[in-house]
């Protein structure tokens, strides 16, 4: 049986459903949306971290995929085997609706329903921080069980692990640095490459780091 935890409950209900009504981006508009926010586009970043990889053949898994924002920006540069998983039923029918050529399903990040080293690459954007510490390395050893090559996240970044207030509710947000949590769990991890993104209008900073198996 899939582990629950508060997180979880409030993702897949009420709260969850609000986060995706806010949240509905085609690619341009999402790349209007980061530009504003960090001065880049995700279109900028995922062909800086990602354009080795062959586009045709590379299985991509995205665990947190809420409405297939993410997918739709990769699919957009060529990418097309993808997949997505999400913990929201309202964010996975949305997704199906807006989305083709995607495979998107519900599930947790806590139980991937997916055979060992199935996909090439692996990655979250701002889900690993709606993650309690408590609970955070369940979801890393599945990521890194299902990934064969390499682990892709764009991520809250701090030197330590900090609670954030999020839309007034606690135990919901943590900044951290979700990069060395990988690599401190798995020796056979080696960092690719990370980029410090700042935001534009304040001092906080999130991490963009791509890793690799050994």
Request: glycine residues 6%.
């Amino acid at each position: 049986m899939a582990k629950k935890t508060e997180q979880i409950d409030k993702w897949a209900n009420v709260f969850g459903k609000e986060y995706t009504d806010r949240n509905l981006y085609n690619p341009q508009e999402l790349d209007e949306f980061y530009k504003k926010t960090w001065g880049t586009t995700r279109t900028e970043l995922n062909e800086e971290f990602l354009s080795f990889l062959d586009k045709d053949k590379t299985k991509i898994l995205e665990v947190g995929s809420n409405v297939g924002n993410q997918l739709l920006s990769l699919q957009s540069i060529g990418f097309k085997n993808l997949y997505g998983i999400e913990i929201s039923k309202y964010a996975v029918e949305k997704s199906k609706e807006r989305t083709k050529g995607i495979n998107i399903i519900c599930g947790s990040a806590f139980d991937l329903p997916f055979k060992d080293e199935y996909f090439d690459l692996i990655f979250t954007s701002g889900v690993l921080m709606h993650i309690s510490p408590k609970d955070i390395n369940f979801a890393l050893d599945e990521i890194h069980r299902c990934s064969k090559k390499y682990i892709f996240g764009l991520e809250y970044y701090a030197d330590e692990c900090k609670e954030i207030e999020y839309r007034g509710n606690k135990n919901m947000l943590w900044k951290a640095n979700f990069c060395q949590m990988y690599l401190n769990r798995f020796k056979n991890l080696k960092l690719v490459k990370e980029k410090k993104l700042k935001y534009v209008d304040n001092n906080n900073v999130d991490s963009v780091f791509l890793l690799e198996k050994i």
